[in-house]
């Protein structure tokens, strides 16, 4: 297993590992489907923000798992509003056909003024922001070296003291995870598909 920086032409792979993993709430918020392009498009803001960042784990070829883990989440705001993605989203969501009703778009909005509020609230920027591994390989450690793979950019390239994340208090196996490497929870709060638990990891 390799843990590295993710390559713009992998962000498609990884796109899909994310729609597998987090099935429910592309279902909750978009009723079905999302479109890869358009996942991608968020992976690829991840990676123009902070290419460090965004990792994966490769195996025979395959990427198997990633990590995002900013060491401040500014840097996403500058980078979607920056000009040139702007025009690139634009035209991918309309390549798409990805019809958004005015309710997704409220809950998404609340969502990120959640978010907000939240990082504020607890004064950490730095955060592992989205982690999954594809269901094909669960259980054999992938999680755990990825996760680790974000605390040590965030910890010794990065400087940061304090790591923050957020889990949904049913995802028991997450839960434990980031507990066997120091997390505690420090908090709750909720979006509008239900309650998350706040966690941090201290230096």
Not at 21 to 32: E, K, M, Q, T, W
Not at 117 to 135: C, D, E, K, Y
Request: aromatic letters at 10%; charged letters at 20%.
């Amino acid at each position: 297993m390799l843990i590295r920086q993710v390559r713009k032409e992998e962000l498609e792979q990884v796109a899909e590992i994310f729609a597998e993993v987090f099935n429910d709430s592309i279902h909750f918020y978009f009723s079905g489907k999302l479109p890869t392009q358009v996942i991608s498009l968020w992976l690829l803001l991840a990676q123009l923000a902070e290419p460090e960042a965004l990792q994966v784990a490769e195996e025979d070829q395959f990427i198997r798992g990633y990590v995002f883990s900013p060491s401040e989440t500014s840097g996403l705001w500058r980078t979607a509003l920056s000009g040139s993605f702007l025009s690139h989203s634009v035209k991918t969501l309309i390549r798409s056909n990805l019809r958004l009703p005015l309710s997704t778009l409220r809950a998404l909005l609340s969502n990120k003024m959640w978010f907000w509020r939240t990082n504020r609230q607890h004064g950490s920027p730095a955060r592992i922001l989205s982690m999954g591994v594809s269901t094909c390989v669960r259980g054999q450690g992938y999680g755990r070296r990825l996760l680790k793979a974000g605390i040590e950019y965030l910890r010794h390239k990065k400087g940061c003291p304090v790591i923050t994340l957020e889990v949904r208090p049913h995802n028991i196996p997450a839960r434990r995870l980031y507990e066997s490497l120091g997390f505690v929870k420090i908090g709750e709060t909720r979006d509008a598909q239900g309650p998350w638990l706040i966690m941090q990891l201290n230096s």
